[in-house]
């Protein structure tokens, strides 16, 4: 049996908008990321992959239904405690990049290590080498707007990667970037997920679903389709 990396049981997000308005975000998730799962969660814009992959990553808490990190209930951590998962455990990737515009691409990954009590001798040799494995050993000392979209998504890879991670949580990776980019970036995520790392790709984009093992349908808040099978396409 494989390991449990992450669970959810009966997740429900309810956003309060003032005045008695309510969003209903997610309406009673189960699943189960297990070690080495490389997932595709699917869905159309709206239906609540975002807030999924927020409470996935600790980045939010559900609003009722309980949730496990190697098979730990994490209602009774501290945010000191999340704060530490998150760093040492989780790695992100978001559609917009998230870089920091003042600062070059090596500086951009190096800068989780800033914070960190691991790992931390040799920040810029660490940064440097994660660049050069997404192809970007010649653009170490470019700021983010010298460098094209999928070049700025593999400096914000690398720095998902400094840390370590054992699961690497991607919101949309691709859906700002053309085609042919979009598909060196999912090659660098399968990479990753031949050497071990678990990846979980948050997507609306039908083919990303037939590059990794499995996937899941999310529909209005709620899994439709939780078989976790390959796509037959
Ligand atoms: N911070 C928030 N406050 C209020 N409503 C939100 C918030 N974030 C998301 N929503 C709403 O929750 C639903 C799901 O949003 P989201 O998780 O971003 O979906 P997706 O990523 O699939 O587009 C949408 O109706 C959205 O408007
Ligand atoms: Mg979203």
Redesign the pocket.
């Known amino acids: 049996m494989k390991k449990e990396v992450l669970k959810l049981k009966d997740i429900e ?1 309810v ?3 003032g005045e008695g308005i309510e ?4 309406r009673g998730v189960n699943l189960t990321i297990n070690e080495s799962d490389f997932i595709t969660i699917l ?12 409470i996935l990553g600790l980045l939010d808490s559900p609003t009722s239904g309980k949730r496990y990190i190697d098979g730990k209930d994490t209602s009774g951590f501290s945010p000191d405690e999340e704060a530490r998962i998150r760093g040492n455990k989780i790695g992100f990737i978001f559609q917009t990049f998230n870089l920091i515009p003042s600062l070059t691409a090596l500086e951009n990954v190096m800068l989780p290590l800033m914070l960190c009590q691991q790992h931390c001798k040799d920040r810029r040799g660490k940064a440097k080498e994660l660049l050069e494995r997404v192809g970007l050993g010649e653009r170490l000392d470019h700021r983010p707007s010298q460098l094209s979209g999928g070049q700025r998504q593999r400096v914000a890879i690398a720095r998902a990667l400094v840390n370590e991670p054992e699961v690497i949580l991607a ?2 990776p691709t859906g700002n970037l053309d085609s042919k980019t979009g598909h060196d970036v999912l090659d660098v995520l399968e990479e990753l997920h031949n050497e071990g790392t678990t990846i979980v790709i ?1 997507t ?1 984009d039908e083919y990303i679903a037939k590059v990794t093992d499995k996937m899941v349908r ?1 529909m209005d ?1 709620k899994i439709v389709d939780g078989k976790n099978h390959k796509v037959l396409v």
């Open positions: 997000k956003y309060h908008m969003v209903r975000a997610l869905g159309p814009s709206g239906s609540g992959k975002s807030t999924l992959l927020h919101d949309e948050i609306h999310l808040g």
